[in-house]
């Protein structure tokens, strides 16, 4: 396989080509639905903290590590609050305002009723961007590679002596269904 792309990747992109584009869709949407977890959660699981943002599960060290640069200010700008402790930061580092204002505008969007449409938003933008990004990989996974390894660690030959322009077209013709299933979200 291919060093830079990793395992989880390549077996997404083989979900897309054998047409299983939906698991990966399946996999995030089911994941909240199952576990209540909602837009801000933040909690502690296999040692570590996580949260949604944007939709998307996501490991709060690693944004905090892109983040980092970004000083808290001692208050909130939205509200004035004095801003302390790590759900303060957090929100600073990811929504430049404190917990607070982020609780208030979720019960704001709630009370409106267009939490669910914020949310709904907020994941097909994600997974568009997502789809861009995969685009790229796999063309550089296409261009790369020539065996495939399972997670099993078998060498499948269904990319081996594929014809790549058949590959591709077939990546594109998934991922526009993909599309077309965000669009009807
Ligand atoms: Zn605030």
Redesign the pocket.
């Known amino acids: 396989m291919k060093k830079g792309i990793s395992e989880s990747k390549v077996q997404r992109m083989r979900n897309i080509v054998k047409g299983d584009y939906t698991k990966s869709v399946n996999t995030q949407i089911g994941y909240k639905k199952s576990d209540k977890k909602q837009e801000g959660d933040i909690w502690e699981e296999k040692n570590k903290t996580w949260t949604i943002k944007n939709g998307v599960k996501q490991n709060i060290s690693k944004l905090q590590g892109v983040r980092n640069i970004i000083k808290m200010p001692l208050t909130?700008p939205?509200?004035?609050?004095v801003m302390r402790g790590s759900l303060d930061s957090y929100h600073w580092k990811v929504d430049k305002?404190?917990l607070?204002?982020h609780a208030k505008k979720i019960t704001r969007l709630r009370a409106i009723g267009k939490y669910k449409d914020f949310m709904k938003d907020i994941v097909k933008k994600n997974k568009l961007s997502e789809i861009k990004d995969l685009t790229i990989e796999f063309e550089e996974w296409l261009n790369n590679t020539s065996t495939f390894v399972t997670e099993a660690g078998v060498i499948e030959d269904w990319d081996g002596n594929v014809d790549k322009d058949k590959l591709r077209a077939k990546f594109k013709k998934e991922l526009a269904e993909w599309k077309k299933h965000l669009e009807e979200l």
Request: glycine content about 22%.
């Open positions: 909130c939205k509200c004035g609050k305002y404190c607070g204002c």
